[in-house]
């Protein structure tokens, strides 16, 4: 599965938009962008996932560019309770040889301040 | 909504005791996962078990780990001899389909704690 960057931190006002990307140089063609948080030690929570086009949830909005080399989510209105560090996983769809385990990084930590 | 559920919250074993952590999965879930997280570290995959085998293992996984679904709903982690170093937060997961897209969904975990 592909490599992927993230800030190691960031900051973000509570009631604004929280833009936290993603950088996926190497990602295949098969291959797509999960975004997990996990808050305090809980156990990682689902947020988004995509191929190539954007997708938006009730949740977060996630934008893949173009040449999918790298993407962005946007919690478009961060508050306190979205303190965590959010994780950019890529991996392949499960099936044949791909059983589907996630690779975690070390992600970004977003604390967002009143 | 329906969660990953996991027991016991925390777990305390001497050194060298045999450890069982239990999960339910989501019900209609056919895909079971056990990661674990090393305080301050980041979470690692262990293994993978699909249609009452293991499909998939890190080499975390040794022979102390052993998984089973003993019935339609559990899905446990066996530690054979703890050792200090499997302290840690250990995560189930579940997802629903077999092949395709679709995320794994996380239980809170259960903290071990090896004395």
């Known amino acids: 599965d592909a490599k992927t960057t993230q800030p190691p931190s960031m900051d973000c006002a509570e009631g604004r938009a929280a833009n936290l990307p993603c950088n996926h140089s190497?990602?295949?063609?098969?291959?797509?962008v999960y975004w997990y948080r996990q808050i305090h030690s809980q156990g990682p929570q689902y947020i988004i996932h995509?191929?190539?086009n954007n997708e938006t949830n009730e949740m977060a909005s996630l934008i893949i560019t173009e040449d999918r080399k790298s993407s962005t989510l946007i919690l478009p209105h961060a508050t306190l309770r979205d303190t965590a560090v959010y994780y950019c996983i890529v991996r392949v769809a499960t099936g044949g040889t791909s059983y589907g385990k996630l690779t975690f990084g070390q992600g970004t930590i977003l604390t967002v301040h009143p | 909504e329906p969660e990953v559920t996991q027991t016991p919250s925390h777990q305390v074993t001497q050194m060298g005791q045999e450890v069982i952590l239990r999960c339910v999965p989501i019900?209609?879930?056919?895909?079971f996962y056990w990661y674990r997280q090393i305080l301050g570290q980041k979470v690692e995959f262990l293994v993978s078990f699909y249609n009452n085998e293991i499909s998939e293992k890190s080499e975390i996984f040794d022979d102390q780990f052993s998984v089973e679904r003993p019935d339609g709903s559990n899905f446990t982690l066996k530690i054979r001899s703890t050792k200090l170093e499997d302290s840690a937060m250990y995560f189930c997961?579940?997802?629903?389909?077999?092949?395709?897209?679709?995320?794994?969904?996380f239980g809170d975990g259960t903290r071990l704690s090896i004395l």
């Open positions: 190497t990602i295949s063609g098969n291959e797509y």
């Open positions: 995509g191929l190539k």
């Open positions: 997961a579940s997802r629903k389909e077999v092949e395709g897209n679709q995320p794994q969904h």
């Open positions: 019900s209609n879930h056919l895909y």
